[in-house]
């Protein structure tokens, strides 16, 4: 995990992380963009591990609500859930392997919170990716790993991408 990492060290971290997913079980990358960005990750894991890959969709906003969402404090997250759908449909207990992709904002990403949130990791290997570039994004994706490893998955690595090196 490297947060100052250049085009091609970025590629030898998805390439890293993407090797922790290869194996004999079934993998899913399972991401929300809003940007671009952490698709573009989430495809090059895909193409990596072999993986189906799922996109998480939620409310038609525009960026700076998104970004106003994404500042409403955590705590409140804990008793609201943004509606979301997942494309194609996604049944998770498919998957023994998931590579969880998501931007850093504000305090939180309100869809991949909602994800969690209703989803069972019990069992599962999950590698948390997270795009970022701008501020307190360490805390935050510790926050999010803290979070998935209280619903029961194994983490094997820890990756961040600066969103300009990808």
Excluded: H
């Amino acid at each position: 995990m490297n947060p100052d990492n250049s085009e091609n060290e970025s590629l030898k971290l998805l390439q890293k992380a993407a090797a922790t997913l290869k194996g004999e079980e079934k993998t899913a990358v399972i991401y929300f963009s809003l940007t671009g960005n952490t698709e573009k990750a989430a495809k090059l894991i895909g193409n990596i591990t072999d993986a189906d890959c799922y996109r998480i969709k939620s409310l038609n906003l525009p960026k700076f609500a998104w970004l106003f969402l994404s500042l409403v404090p955590p705590i409140i997250w804990r008793f609201v859930r943004i509606p979301i759908t997942i494309e194609p449909a996604l049944k998770l207990t498919d998957y023994r392997n998931i590579a969880l992709g998501f931007p850093k904002w504000g305090f939180t990403c309100p869809p991949i919170a909602s994800f969690i949130k209703k989803e069972k990791f019990q069992g599962k290997q999950v590698l948390p990716f997270m795009t970022y570039g701008g501020w307190d994004y360490e805390r935050f994706y510790n926050k999010m790993c803290s979070t998935i490893k209280k619903k029961g998955a194994a983490i094997p690595m820890k990756l961040l991408i600066k969103r300009n090196t990808i």
